[in-house]
């Protein structure tokens, strides 16, 4: 009997910290796209256990769509207790590709990270003053157009609390709307972070802006096994960088969602 008892409490502790089963979601893009009378975006949705709310992390992933290193990151959030929205921009747009021409594509992408905090908005688990941002390349330069509060958004009703932003090709941003984390490799050839320090060096906006410079790290360093090019451009797992990068992004949400 106690045998029994001590493997029903077990259980139910497995059950009390193992996330729900993820569940494809739908919703209305707002962006204008040739060829596409309305636009459906898809995106992952996975919660973790329990009524909330929870604070939520919407993710944008690169120009080749989603890849292995987002399943590593999206079980990170669940397990430090967010709800995540990974979101496919790429699918609903019938392309297999934005890095022919990723400038193109970088700001409706930007409208698309709003209209899925808008779908999150409407979920009662969901805290809706906690909602942040994490974008890889290309859908870390979309996540700049997100926190700058100069680019046209259709139905913007609130900033996001934060926003992290790994290895992207930086610009200037006219009125910074949120934190920022942007996460980079020194060897980055394909978006070098020399682009981003006149962004991390600026002195007039009332929100954090923290540049991580990864010594030895390329393009995709937290993409496990990846040691390739693509487009000419160097990219390679580095353990010792996403080791850091971890702490680095929990820290930094814990600060602006908890």
């Excluded at 309305?38 to 996975?46: C, E, F, G, P």
């Excluded at 046209?152 to 934190?179: G, T, V």
Aim: glycine share 6%; hydrophobic share 40%.
């Amino acid at each position: 009997m106690k045998r029994l008892v001590f493997f029903s409490i077990l259980i139910a502790i497995i059950l009390s910290f193992s996330p729900l089963a993820a569940e494809t979601v739908t919703f209305v893009g707002l962006s204008p796209t040739a060829g596409i009378d309305k636009l459906i975006l898809k995106a992952n949705l996975v919660k973790p256990n329990g009524d909330g709310p929870f604070p939520a992390v919407i993710m944008m992933h690169g120009c080749s769509g989603v890849s292995p290193r987002h399943d590593y990151w999206e079980k990170q959030f669940v397990q430090w207790g967010y709800v995540v929205l990974r979101v496919d921009s790429l699918t609903p747009r019938k392309q297999q590709t934005f890095c022919d021409d990723p400038m193109a594509t970088v700001k409706p992408r930007a409208q698309d990270a709003y209209d899925a905090k808008a779908y999150l908005m409407e979920l009662p688990y969901v805290d809706k003053q906690k909602i942040g941002l994490v974008g890889w390349s290309h859908g870390a330069v979309a996540g700049l157009y997100v926190v700058d509060d100069s680019t046209p958004i259709e139905n913007r009703k609130s900033p996001f609390q934060c926003a992290i932003l790994f290895y992207p090709y930086c610009s200037d941003i006219s009125k910074l709307n949120a934190p920022l984390l942007i996460l980079s490799g020194e060897k980055d050839d394909w978006c070098p972070p020399s682009t981003c320090k006149p962004l991390a060096s600026l002195n007039n906006s009332q929100f954090e802006i923290t540049l991580k410079i990864y010594e030895n790290a390329t393009h995709a360093f937290d993409y496990e096994g990846v040691d390739t090019a693509a487009q000419g451009h160097v990219l390679k797992y580095n353990p010792e960088a996403t080791k850091d990068a971890v702490s680095q992004v929990q820290n930094f949400l814990s600060k602006y969602l908890k």
